[in-house]
């Protein structure tokens, strides 16, 4: 089984960007432990980050071509406004699992508290910092092997 992580913009900045809302572990960091539990399930994973909305999307795109089994995104800021990704999501039929570091509910920010890409997704982990990533490859793996795909 081969799963796809995806991280928007600014991901790319963990560890340097707003260090007391996003933790001091790099993204880097982030690849490894990703890396790590992927290796312990036996799974098949490869790691993309963009700061552009239409790589993320050809990035969506390329998963249904090469039979990608899921998604874990990050959509970062993108997962605020962008319809062009939910559409992706939605036009691949690729389960996907929404992460966001922060609880985006109760962040200050009132246009943080939606997600408009939550409903192209099977699951939506929010507030669980990097442990979300991990958690939305467990979900994703017992989605699949259970015949939700």
């Known amino acids: ?6 991280n928007g913009p600014n ?4 560890g340097i960007r707003e260090p007391g809302l996003y933790g001091k572990v790099d993204y ?4 490894q ?6 290796a312990e399930l036996n799974i ?13 999307i050809d990035k969506i795109q390329e998963a249904y071509h090469k039979g990608i089994a899921g998604i874990v995104m990050n959509p970062g800021a993108y997962g605020h406004y962008s319809y062009a990704i939910h ?3 939605t036009s691949v039929s690729i389960p996907t699992v929404e992460v966001h570091i922060t609880d985006i509910k109760s962040r200050k920010e009132e246009w943080r508290h939606k ?3 939550e409903d192209a997704c099977v699951k939506t982990i929010i507030g669980h910092g990097l442990d979300g990533y991990t958690e ?6 017992d989605y699949i092997k259970n015949g939700n795909k």
């Open 1 to 6: 089984m081969k799963l796809l992580v995806i």
């Open 11 to 14: 991901l790319n900045f963990l």
């Open 28 to 31: 880097d960091q982030l690849c």
């Open 33 to 38: 432990i990703i890396m790590k539990r992927c």
């Open 44 to 56: 098949v994973c490869d790691i993309f980050q963009s700061n552009h909305e239409g790589a993320i």
């Open 87 to 89: 559409d992706a999501i």
């Open 115 to 117: 997600t408009v890409i």
């Open 136 to 141: 939305g490859i467990d979900f994703l793996i």
